[in-house]
């Protein structure tokens, strides 16, 4: 006979639960609780949690900070993380397994509209013939030039006595219809011919080519059945088959997100639209040290910088990606971020990882920056100096063209973390992300407090 025992002994925030599965920790106050157990960790972050459909790990285990091979070190120039496999902490692995099991598999969506279109352009590349027509035909003629410079009369009959219809001048063409007489050449007029003498004219043979073009023209009659038929068979298939995907492709993330809570909430989306509205937000991608700083405006480091691809917020990762929050999102050069409730989701190309905010660090900190772009409005210039410096740190009057440049106080926020995240970002306005990089670190450190304890 089945039999069941629950137990609960509270103390404040802390609550231990004795059951038939075994003993289970929890911690938290009204609108946040972490629960550990035999079954798994399972986050709730409302009155009655935010829940997750599915538990967020397995049974408790210390998280190892591991260093991959790859990871970015103080002699290296390159700013970049570890390869995407290596950045999942291990909290996160089943949710990433899962996630990046979806993203492997084929469209059937993708692959029929692909089908569809490759078999349409068959049929209209088949349908369509090309041939030659002619806009001028050759032509074969032979012409009489008059080559006598004081021209020559044109006479109505072969004979120098005959009736003058045209003179003519020297060099003047016409058709020749006949050359039959040996004295004379019957030529072709506007409206009639007449005859002039050979000893005032000569003979030419002219050919011309025939002007062709190549047309396209329908050979076949058919085509129009044909393509209504495709449309017929493959728009049904479509939407049947991106059902289907729904199907495979649907991952679904719900949080019951209380009133009190849900104004929590509205902090960490209206943090992050600050940060968006910088003039520029850019990513490092290179740093190295400078010992010509006469040539560099004084700067003692070279930082090769892009601007961020993107940033919004909300964004999903994914098609079929079904959650009930907004999800910020920044674009960088190399993988895009998704900062969910909880945790950090990575993409670098059809790869994710994942690092929950306890095991993320988000550094940031005033640098000044020798602006030597356009200047962004927001930016706060601290001083100036010059393209070429003297080693007084004066203009160098060596060259023409030294103008001066502002030096801006720039925010720097570094994301790192032990399994190799290592990423720097810049907003030209200052303290930009301040209140999202601390509400990030805010719930990380409840998250780290709550696994301290009970790992």
């Known amino acids: 006979m089945g039999w069941s025992y629950r137990k609960s002994v509270s103390a404040g925030p802390f609550r231990i639960n004795f059951s038939k599965k075994g003993i289970s ?3 938290g106050v009204k609108g946040a609780r972490v629960n550990f157990g035999p079954s798994g960790t399972h986050v709730s972050l409302s009155a009655h949690g935010i829940s997750y459909r599915k538990k967020i790990s397995g049974p408790v285990s210390p998280s190892p900070l591991r260093i991959p091979a790859t990871a970015v070190i103080e002699t290296q120039n390159n700013i970049a993380s570890a390869t995407v496999e290596e950045l999942t902490d291990s909290d996160s692995h089943a949710f990433i397994t899962e996630l990046n099991e979806k993203c492997k598999k084929v469209s059937y969506t993708k ?3 692909t089908l569809f279109v490759t078999i349409l352009l068959m049929i209209l590349f088949f349908s369509y013939g090309k041939r030659e027509i002619i806009i001028r035909p050759a032509t074969d003629n032979t012409i009489v030039r008059i080559v006598a410079f004081k021209g020559a009369h044109i006479r109505k009959e072969p004979d120098v006595k005959s009736r003058i219809l045209k003179t003519v001048a020297y060099d003047q063409q016409f058709k020749l219809l006949d050359s039959a007489d040996q004295k004379w050449f019957k030529v072709e007029l506007l409206d009639s011919s007449g005859y002039v003498n050979r000893e005032l004219a000569a003979t030419e043979h002219l050919f011309s080519e025939a002007i062709k073009e190549k047309e396209t023209y329908l050979v076949n009659e058919y085509l129009i059945p044909e393509i209504l038929l495709c449309i017929i068979l493959f728009i049904p298939l ?4 991106r059902k289907q995907d729904k ?5 679904n ?3 019951d997100i209380d009133d009190n809570y849900q104004q929590v909430y509205q902090q960490f989306k209206t943090h992050f639209v600050t940060f968006s509205r910088s003039a520029r937000v850019w990513q490092y991608v290179h740093a190295e040290g400078t010992a010509d700083y006469k040539r560099n405006a004084g700067a003692g480091k070279l930082i090769k910088r892009v601007r961020v691809r993107a940033l919004s917020e909300n964004k999903v990762p994914m098609p079929y990606f079904i959650t009930n929050v907004a999800i910020p ?7 895009e971020l998704y900062f969910l409730p909880e945790r950090l989701l990575i993409k670098r190309g059809n790869t994710f990882a994942a690092v929950f905010y306890r095991n993320l660090r988000i550094t940031g900190s005033i640098s000044e920056f020798i602006e030597s772009e356009s200047l962004p409005h927001d930016a706060r210039v601290i001083d100036y100096t010059w393209r070429y410096v003297n080693k007084s740190g004066g203009p160098d009057k060596r060259f023409n063209d030294n103008r001066r440049i502002p030096v801006c106080a720039y925010s720097q926020y570094t994301f ?3 399994t190799g995240i290592f990423e720097i970002i810049a907003t030209s306005k200052p303290s930009a992300m301040d209140n999202f990089a601390e509400f990030v670190m805010k719930i990380g450190a409840l998250q780290n407090r709550m696994g301290t304890c009970y790992q």
């Open 416 to 418: 790192t973390s032990g």
């Open 25 to 27: 920790y929890s911690m």
């Open 247 to 251: 199907k495979r492709f649907s991952m």
């Open 329 to 335: 999102f920044i674009a960088l050069n190399n993988m």
């Open 238 to 241: 479509i939407f049947w088959l």
């Open 111 to 113: 692959v029929a509209r």
């Open 253 to 255: 993330l719900q949080y």
